[in-house]
């Protein structure tokens, strides 16, 4: 039998309230939590926010992220058609979200 994991404390949001707390198990729950089945190339971007968020403690809007996206990853996955088709209509704040970080400053 499985062991399940709670979910960690949250704002009004849904965002982390503590950021140590994120795992990808953790990622998982908040996807589904917005009926989003978490993929290796969710999981990919995700982590390269995470890296972005430890080099600039900060969550990037859309353009910063496609374009440090594109540093990362091929071209094809880093528009922000794929990223809606992955995350929905507000992908930044998605991401973010999933990813256990703050919600980025311009996002409402």
Known sequence: MAKEIALPALDPEGFLVDLNHWTPAVAKLLAAQDAIQLTSEHLDIILLLRDFYQTYQ????????????????????????????????????????????????NCL
């Open 58 to 105: 900060l969550s990037p809007a859309m353009r910063p992220l496609t374009n440090y996206l594109r540093q990362h990853l091929a071209a094809e996955k880093t528009s922000s058609i794929y990223l809606m088709q992955l995350f929905g209509q507000s992908p930044a704040k998605a991401m973010a979200r999933y990813a256990g970080l703050p919600k980025p400053d």
